[in-house]
């Protein structure tokens, strides 16, 4: 858990950069390798989560939005981050975008909402809505890492080029990338436009109707 590891040491150059530290020859503590473990279980790995003060997003949100779904879905939803009503409420995706997007599971995947996952690259919500920052996201990382390794789905559907940069280390834009296949270890990856800006973009919706059919496809 190399990334857990980072994120300890970083809450710890956190903690001292608050105390007016600009820069530091501390010895930084060792972990032992049972500290940096998540759990294994789903129900193990939410009471971690909630307990999660990792990054400073710990200090502004109201809720962990951990995910929720089918525990052994085929296909994941992964976003960017939760919103003020996902905060409000500790669920992912439940305010408009949320409608939106459970549409374009139930109408144009004809499954139940239930029977996906959905998740986020960062469980806490960032301020006015802002991406999370570099660090908030890897910090975070763990958790959905540990997640799709729970879950195992066959098919992860990036919400945003967000999620796709964090999934895949890829920046391109999603304009660039929407629509198309990446053969991850374990699961395929498509990209698709976030439902948020879906609704600010109506005109997109007809290009994430391609790539919700090419999803559909691709379950069989
Ligand atoms: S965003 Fe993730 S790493 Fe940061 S406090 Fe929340 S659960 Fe912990």
Request: net charge positive; aromatic share 8%; charged share 20%.
């Amino acid at each position: 858990m190399k990334n857990l590891h980072n994120a300890l040491l970083l809450k710890q150059l956190y903690g001292l950069k608050q105390m007016g530290y600009l820069y530091t020859d501390l010895t930084l503590p060792s972990y032992r390798a049972s500290d940096l473990q998540l759990p294994s279980t789903m129900d193990a790995l939410i009471k971690q989560a909630i307990g999660c003060h990792l990054c400073e997003l710990s200090k502004t949100r109201k809720k962990v939005v951990f995910g929720e779904g089918n525990p052994h879905a085929a296909i994941m939803f992964v976003g960017e981050g939760p919103g003020a009503t996902e905060d409000d409420s500790g669920r992912p995706f439940v305010g408009r975008a949320g409608e939106l997007l459970t549409n374009m599971i139930e109408k144009v995947l004809f499954i139940p909402r239930s029977e996906v996952y959905i998740t986020n690259i960062v469980k806490c919500r960032p301020p006015n809505n802002r991406p999370p920052s570099p660090t908030e996201a890897h910090t975070c990382l763990p958790y959905l890492q540990k997640q799709i390794e729970t879950i195992q789905p066959r098919i992860i559907v990036a919400l945003g080029a967000t999620a796709y940069h964090y999934l895949t280390g890829d920046e391109s834009k999603i304009t660039q990338i929407r629509g198309s296949v990446l053969e991850q270890s374990g699961y395929k990856l498509i990209a698709t436009y976030h439902p948020s800006y879906l609704l600010r973009n109506p005109s997109a919706k007809k290009e994430a109707f391609e790539d919700m059919k090419l999803v559909k496809s691709m379950m069989r």
